[in-house]
């Protein structure tokens, strides 16, 4: 059992300050990594860190976990938290969450497969040519930032 669900155990449903890590993955063609979800929403990468673990080793795993790739450093690129943040999952548990967005252009193995669970495809797409249903928080980071 996880950091959050033995969380759950004991406060059941009340708001929880959870911290998160997202990575953008880009490749030597300067095309991001995005992983459609199981809502059938596109994204990066990424997760809620577990106890002890440092922003980098979360990152590192769950893109590791999620699409099947091996990264090497990474680069701060924001930080998004507030109001704004506050999600009800559909089984009422509710969380504010912080979420610290890394990006690497460093992919050191692995081979690019979905895991099946939380994510049913994995694609490389160019920057301008981004797929119609991506988590809009995510499109306005890459046009931003233009993911470093």
Do not use: C
Not at 107 to 125: P, Q, R, S, W, Y
């Amino acid at each position: 059992m996880g950091y959050i669900e033995e969380l759950r155990e004991i406060v059941g449903h009340r708001p929880l300050l959870l911290t998160g890590v997202g990575v953008g993955v880009l490749n030597d063609k300067g095309e991001i990594l995005l992983q459609r979800k199981i809502d059938g929403r596109w994204g990066i990468p990424g997760g809620f860190m577990e106890l002890g673990e440092s922003v980098e080793e979360t990152g590192r795993r769950e893109v590791f976990e999620e699409t099947g790739l091996q990264i090497g450093k990474t680069e701060l690129v924001t930080v998004i938290s507030g109001e704004h943040t506050y999600s009800v999952l559909p089984n009422g548990d509710a969380y504010y969450s912080v979420s610290i967005i890394l990006v690497t252009k460093e992919i050191i193995g692995g081979e690019l497969k979905a895991d099946g669970i939380e994510t049913t495809k994995v694609e490389f797409f160019p920057i301008n040519f981004l797929p119609e249903s991506l988590n809009p928080l995510i499109r306005n980071l890459i046009h931003k930032y233009a993911i470093k």
